[in-house]
């Protein structure tokens, strides 16, 4: 069956520390990839994504992302973590048997402390 | 930004009651959907519509009715909800199938 798997649900770093969300998938077939950020009253809000070519993906306000196909791994990352990047945090992957769907992960609360 | 707009933002209704929700994108877009948020649960998709024709449903009750009348709307009608059906309802739309999906601020409902 596909998933995603999103380890932690909740990740605590300090201000200007670098930070890492975790996200694994299980799909047959090369994977499409997809990270999202909610703030709070707000929808989902696309950061990045991985379709193909270099594993190492960047996307908005700093964020980037790893693809490593050995590891079916998929995290996010940032070098320096801000208060403001205080959030819901969703990685998700294209349903391989219906490519109208994403198939998301339970989230994971990135809290940034000063 | 993202392009998705959802209204009302805030409904609160009593279970007889019947209303519906709006989601416009002038984005272009070709798909369309409704998530159910609920809290400590996972996002869990209701319906998805693709050149506005209905591809999905996901077992969702018949209490809600999606209904979308051009690429550009998407509307879910309610009708004798319970209050499990309080949450968070996000609508969202996509181009192609390899574009990421974009999500309007949703429509945060609560059942009395």
């Known amino acids: 069956a596909q998933s995603v798997a999103q380890p932690e649900d909740q990740v605590n770093v300090a201000e200007g520390n670098p930070l890492t969300v975790k996200c694994t998938y299980s799909v047959s077939g090369n994977p499409y990839l997809f990270w999202y950020v909610q703030y709070p009253n707000r929808g989902l809000q696309f950061l990045l994504k991985?379709?193909?070519?270099?594993?190492l993906v960047k996307g908005s306000y700093g964020f980037e992302a790893e693809f490593n196909k050995s590891q079916t791994s998929f995290h996010l990352k940032k070098p320096s973590a801000l208060v403001s990047d205080s959030a819901l945090y969703f990685c998700a992957v294209r349903d391989m048997d219906d490519t109208d769907k994403l198939i998301f992960g339970t989230g994971t609360r990135l809290q940034v402390f000063p | 930004e993202t392009g998705v707009t959802q209204t009302p933002r805030h409904l609160v209704m009593g279970m007889t009651n019947k209303k519906s929700l709006k989601c416009e994108q002038h984005?272009?877009?070709?798909?369309m959907y409704w998530y159910k948020q609920s809290a400590k649960k996972p996002l869990e998709l209701m319906f998805v519509?693709?050149?506005?024709?209905?591809?999905e449903n996901n077992s969702v009750p018949s209490r809600f009715s999606p209904e979308c009348p051009n690429s550009s709307h998407l509307f879910l009608h309610l009708h004798t909800l319970q209050p499990e059906d309080s949450a968070l309802y996000l609508c969202a739309s996509r181009s192609a199938n390899n574009q990421p999906q974009h999500f309007g601020d949703g429509t945060r409902l609560s059942i009395l």
């Open positions: 519509y693709n050149f506005k024709e209905q591809t």
């Open positions: 991985y379709i193909t070519g270099d594993n």
């Open positions: 984005l272009g877009h070709n798909a």
